[in-house]
């Protein structure tokens, strides 16, 4: 019979199993597989130059998305002003390594945007994320407008608050007010951190819209279950600029 110490090490062996994996009994949830991320981008505009930088990059975007594919580019209309917020999709970590590579040598790049823009900025911040497991990126058939939510969440990520928040999320899509573009976690950036992107067909439906799913049972049931694992929230209006793919 073996003896209660030789047991516990074999225990302890079969938890490590080999080197670079995790034994799948401690998973507690959908993990991240698909090596496709976004990154998300916030530029802070100086208030007078705003104009002057959309109309710079509407003439110039062509020379960035000849490097790496735009999902979508945005002004804050509420929940911040003087800001655009833009998506750029990446295969791999080593995919945008070469595209930052390739921007920084290329000329027209630089001479015909960059050294100009950069003047109009007074800040800038970006994200990594991902969509998480369960969701596919969505697009729009016609011209709207976009809500960003943002929740901070309790540790642990997708695994721990996934199944809640997607129940909470797909209440609010059966309500048909609003259609699903996606959802992120973040894995660089702020951390514990969930981008929900909605589309819809104005600011007035969406008003509308949310009033009635604010009465449905169903969404009110699924956000309560939810909200246990919520720390923090914020939203803003998004309006998709001439050149945004993303309508």
């Excluded at 003087?82 to 040598?105: C, D, G, P």
């Excluded at 009635?212 to 600029?241: G, I, K, M």
């Amino acid at each position: 019979m073996l003896g209660p110490r030789t047991l516990l090490r074999g225990a302890l062996a079969a938890a490590r199993g080999l080197p670079g994996q995790v034994s799948s009994s401690f998973a507690t949830g959908p993990r991240q597989h698909d090596g496709t991320f976004y990154e998300f981008r916030t530029y802070t505009v100086k208030p007078s130059k705003m104009k002057e930088f959309l109309d710079l990059t509407n003439k110039n975007i062509h020379l960035r998305t000849a490097h790496s594919p735009l999902v979508g580019y945005w002004t804050l209309e509420l929940g911040g002003l003087n800001k655009t917020f833009h998506i750029w999709k990446y295969e791999s970590f080593a995919q945008r390594t070469a595209v930052r590579t390739a921007l920084a040598n290329d000329q027209a790049w630089k001479e015909k945007y960059l050294s100009q823009m950069l003047p109009m900025l007074d800040k800038q911040e970006n994200e990594i994320a991902y969509l998480v497991p369960w969701c596919e990126l969505g697009s729009s058939e016609k011209d709207g407008v976009y809500e960003l939510v943002t929740f901070n969440m309790k540790p642990g990520g997708p695994a721990v608050w996934g199944q809640s928040f997607k129940a909470a999320i797909n209440a609010h899509v059966k309500t048909g007010y609003t259609k699903l573009i996606g959802v992120f976690h973040t894995e660089y950036g702020n951390l514990n951190r969930v981008h929900v992107l909605w589309w819809s067909e104005s600011p007035d439906s969406r008003a509308s819209g949310r009033h009635y799913a604010h009465e449905d049972p169903r969404v009110v049931a699924a956000v309560r279950e939810s909200v246990q694992f919520l720390e923090s929230q914020q939203n803003c209006l998004l309006v998709p600029t001439a050149f945004s793919p993303l309508k």
